[in-house]
């Protein structure tokens, strides 16, 4: 199970819209994670969805991102919807199956490719049920300030320099592994998308449309130019949302715990209700 510390107001938005939101690395609260690219206009077209592994309440993150009165809230480490990748059209997309396994992926097709963005693979591929983890997510490694400088220009940097596909010969769950260890008490496990813009001048239905979509997505890597899209709502399982569990904050009050009883009620989540453990002085 993974672990979202957040605002009841925040619960409430999740549970009605049944969607999780994507931010991309320019919005994060660690702002060295956009600036150590060469490119920096690449943080703009990477987006994450932060969680943690840790099942202990970890009272910096109350504080830092629940305020002690919200929630955190706990869900399968798959938490999204399994979108059978038979029903996509093999002319968009080129499908590899093998026999031997079920495919599915998070999306359908008209949100890969939506009127204004493109989701850029793998997270637009086919996945196997014992790959799914680790094709969309990943846990954070932490290091030294001089040692993650290094790994961003060996992993990195090096290879956005290079001329013509400069980002393209990397996968894009490659990115956003790195943290200072500064932040390792957040013990992060996060979900990752490459989200570039759609041109509109790119036609899908013509037969090389995969070239002009490369050269939009340079375009905003090599000419620096500002993305629209500052953030991405990814949809959540219903069963994750019917099992999702909830601990309330250590100051959570009469009323706020009644406020989450009846979201529970209405959305008709079943899983566990649990009052935070922690004991903080006001």
Request: hydrophobic residues 35%; aromatic residues 12%.
């Amino acid at each position: 199970m993974i672990y979202h510390y957040t605002s009841i107001d925040t619960l409430k938005l999740i549970l009605e819209s049944k969607k999780i939101r994507f931010n991309n690395l320019n919005a994060v609260d660690d702002e060295l994670e956009g600036e150590l690219f060469v490119k920096k206009s690449l943080a703009q077209l990477i987006f994450v969805s932060c969680w943690t592994t840790d099942p202990n309440e970890n009272i910096p993150l109350w504080k830092m991102y629940a305020s002690t009165r919200g929630v955190r809230i706990g869900l399968p480490d798959y938490p999204w919807r399994k979108v059978d990748c038979k029903k996509w059209d093999a002319g968009v997309i080129e499908v590899r199956y093998d026999p031997s396994e079920e495919y599915f992926s998070p999306f359908d097709i008209d949100e890969i490719f939506g009127e204004s963005h493109y989701i850029i693979p793998p997270f637009s591929l086919p996945i196997s049920d014992s790959n799914a983890k680790k094709a969309f997510s990943k846990e954070v490694i932490y290091l030294p300030e001089r040692e993650l400088k290094i790994k961003y220009s060996d992993h990195y940097n090096e290879k956005l320099t290079k001329p013509g596909h400069a980002g393209l010969i990397m996968k894009p769950i490659d990115f956003g592994l790195y943290k200072h260890e500064q932040w390792a008490f957040q013990k992060e496990f996060r979900f990752v998308l490459f989200i570039s813009p759609m041109d509109k001048e790119i036609n899908l239905s013509a037969k090389n449309f995969h070239q002009p979509m490369v050269n939009s997505l340079m375009k905003y890597i090599q000419a620096e130019y500002i993305s629209p899209i500052k953030d991405f709502f990814v949809k959540i399982d219903p069963n994750s949302i019917e099992n999702m569990e909830i601990t309330l904050g250590p100051h959570c009050t009469e009323e706020d715990i009644r406020h989450v009883q009846s979201m529970r009620q209405k959305h008709g989540i079943v899983g566990d209700l649990y009052k935070s453990g922690v004991r903080l002085r006001r």
